[in-house]
């Protein structure tokens, strides 16, 4: 199994661009989760899919950023226009039930830079 | 906000027995603990998680005191490669993994 895969590995932006980051989830996994990651907040939940449906966006730092999930194989979190302050790793994570107890699996992260 | 408090940091002697603690004296009733741990520049693994009895896995055991106020993860032969941050995570079945700032292992040689 390839695991959970990221793209792009690392991206370099312009304050005020349009950024896409994008996941696929283990296959079969059901429940899709991302995350960021700074020094000073730590790792942070922004939102979680179930069955390709938002369950919980409480996460979402501000409109700026928003999540979709069209299939059961693929994700993408865009932030339109970008800041200086969205710098971070993020991290895109799948389960294969949508409980808490069921592992999830770790993507090996974006790191986003914004100049 | 996390529930568990964690030493920042500690260290452990290569082979030895690495004992890292934790404390989440609210926890509720259906609240499992659960730890993470995080390797230098890669996403978080899962290790192990439990409600109320010990688990053991191929990773490390779980030791959850009777009253749940309290859990140690140990690794019992540290090796290099465990050189992390771990985290110790409550939540319930429905809930959300809320990391804290976790306890940096260092495994010296």
């Known amino acids: 199994d390839a695991g959970v895969i990221q793209s792009p590995r690392h991206e370099v932006t312009e304050m005020g661009q349009e950024v896409t980051l994008r996941c696929k989830p283990i296959s079969g996994h059901n429940s899709l989760f991302w995350y960021r990651q700074t020094m000073m907040r730590g790792l942070e939940l922004l939102i979680y899919?179930?069955?390709?449906?938002?369950?919980?966006d409480s996460g979402m730092p501000e409109d700026r950023f928003s999540a979709k999930m069209p299939n059961a194989s693929f994700s993408t979190l865009k932030i339109q226009p970008s800041e200086p302050r969205d710098s971070a790793v993020y991290f895109c994570?799948?389960?294969?039930?949508?409980?808490?107890?069921?592992?999830?699996?770790f993507g090996p992260g974006t790191r986003l830079t914004v100049l | 906000d996390a529930k568990t408090t964690q030493p920042p940091s500690m260290d452990c002697a290569e082979g030895r027995a690495a004992n890292l603690p934790c404390n989440h004296s609210?926890?509720?009733?259906?609240?499992?603990v659960y730890w993470y741990r995080q390797i230098h520049s890669q996403g978080p693994q899962y290790i192990i998680h439990?409600?109320?009895n010990n688990e053991t896995n191929e990773m490390a055991s779980l030791i959850i005191t009777e009253d749940r106020k309290s859990s140690t993860l140990i690794l019992p032969h540290a090796t290099l490669r465990d050189t992390a941050v771990y985290y110790c995570i409550v939540s319930d079945q429905g809930g959300k993994l809320i990391f804290g700032q976790g306890t940096e292992l260092s495994v010296k040689p």
């Open positions: 899919f179930n069955n390709n449906v938002p369950i919980d």
């Open positions: 609210t926890i509720s009733g259906n609240e499992y």
């Open positions: 439990g409600l109320k």
């Open positions: 994570a799948s389960s294969s039930q949508g409980m808490v107890s069921d592992t999830q699996y």
